[in-house]
T-cell receptor, first 113, second 114 residues
Framework: DAKTTQPNSMESNEEEPVHLPCNHSTISGTDYIHWYRQLPSQGPEYVIHGLTSNVNNRMASLAIAEDRKSSTLILHRATLRDAAVYYCILRTYSGAGSYQLTFGKGTKLSVIP | DSGVTQTPKHLITATGQRVTLRCSPRSGDLSVYWYQQSLDQGLQFLIQYYNGEERAKGNILERFSAQQFPDLHSELNLSSLELGDSALYFC?????????????FGPGTRLTVL
């Protein structure tokens, strides 16, 4: 199984940028990097995904290393609502024509007012 | 609001019993996924259905089964329940058959087995 490594927890001050790192040294050429987050008492929520190039959307930016063995999720201005567990996931082909998301433990982000 | 609904929100039952969890996907989504989230195992993929047919299986126990109906809602059946089955069960949906796109998660069903 393709695996990712993330810090267990991180802290950020409100209204400051946050960089959440992820290592995925066993990534293969066709694996997409997905980020989901899970707010307290809610289901996971899609944040962003990418393959090789850096990606931006209204929620965050994703910076992918040139060798693709690591990536960083960037929240440009953390708010209290961003306090959540952030999962870095490799979407891998599971065989039988289907792709799966394999969740790890994630990084618990705390935002300090 | 992701557009995915799950019922019930909470379920308390006893060991050995059988329960059914229900999921309605977002309008237009044909794929439904089931996940189990427990404190020690994290979020684990159980099974995927696409337009009524099973597409992929993850770490689903033989005591568990699922199906997707013609109206695309899905049910997860858990039988011979054990204490260790206590967990949050999430359903997600997507439009793509192969799971290549974003998954939208429901709010979950919290199952407590006493």
């Amino acid at each position: 199984d393709a695996k990712t490594t993330q810090p267990n927890s991180m802290e950020s001050n409100e209204e400051e940028p946050v960089h959440l790192p992820c290592n995925h040294s066993t990534i293969s050429g066709t694996d997409y990097i997905h980020w989901y987050r899970q707010l307290p008492s809610q289901g996971p929520e899609y944040v962003i995904h990418g393959l090789t190039s850096n990606v931006n959307n209204r929620m965050a930016s994703l910076a992918i290393a040139e060798d693709r063995k690591s990536s960083t999720l960037i929240l440009h201005r953390a708010t209290l609502r961003d306090a959540a567990v952030y999962y870095c996931i490799l979407r891998t082909y599971s065989g039988a024509g289907s792709y799966q998301l394999t969740f790890g433990k994630g990084t618990k982000l705390s935002v300090i007012p | 609001d992701s557009g995915v609904t799950q019922t019930p929100k909470h379920l308390i039952t006893a060991t050995g019993q059988r329960v059914t969890l229900r999921c309605s996907p977002r309008s237009g989504d044909l794929s439904v996924y089931w996940y189990q989230q427990s404190l020690d195992q994290g979020l684990q993929f159980l099974i995927q259905y696409y337009n009524g047919e099973e597409r992929a299986k993850g770490n689903i126990l033989e005591r568990f089964s699922a199906q997707q109906f013609p109206d695309l809602h899905s049910e997860l059946n858990l039988s011979s329940l054990e204490l260790g089955d206590s967990a949050l069960y999430f359903c997600a949906s997507s439009s793509h058959r192969q799971g290549m796109d974003t998954q939208y998660f429901g709010p979950g069903t919290r199952l407590t087995v006493l």
